[in-house]
């Protein structure tokens, strides 16, 4: 059974930093991809940031371009946690922020593993990030 519980939410005003976590229940954890999706009211879900957890030591996560250079997605492979570290939060980044799981993985021309933005299997129940002054 799949579970994700995520956590970190709250208030931060901008230029202020948060760190969500999603502790994650997966069969096969090692072999999924993991992102951090977002939704603000009156707009769809978008993706933010994913990663490969074969990769133990995080490499080659992908990012919106919205959140490049301030977001930072990882992973504790042993605790089966998926972190978004936030700094340099902005009031366009208030949302309802969702951890997400896929079994789906893509495998590119240089023989990595990748995890592209699409619509993913399973989300949490969602943690509320506010960006206000």
């Known amino acids: 059974q799949v579970q994700l519980v995520e956590s970190g939410g709250g208030s931060v005003q901008p230029g202020g930093s948060l760190r969500l976590s999603c502790v994650v229940s997966?069969?096969?954890?090692?072999?999924?991809?993991l992102a951090w999706f977002r939704q603000a009211p009156g707009k769809e879900r978008e993706a933010v940031a994913s990663?490969?957890?074969?990769?133990?030591?995080?490499?080659?996560?992908h990012y919106a371009d919205s959140v490049k250079g301030r977001f930072t997605i990882s992973q504790d492979y042993a605790k089966r946690t998926v972190y978004l570290q936030m700094n340099s939060l902005k009031p366009e980044d208030t949302a309802m922020y969702y951890c997400?799981?896929?079994?789906?993985?893509?495998?590119?021309?240089?023989?990595?593993?990748?995890?592209?933005?699409?619509?993913?299997?399973?989300y949490g129940q969602g943690t509320q990030v506010t960006v206000a002054s």
């Open positions: 997400a799981a896929d079994v789906r993985v893509t495998l590119l021309d240089d023989n990595s593993w990748h995890c592209p933005f699409r619509t993913y299997m399973t």
């Open positions: 997966l069969p096969n954890y090692g072999t999924n991809c």
């Open positions: 990663l490969y957890t074969g990769y133990t030591s995080g490499g080659r996560p």
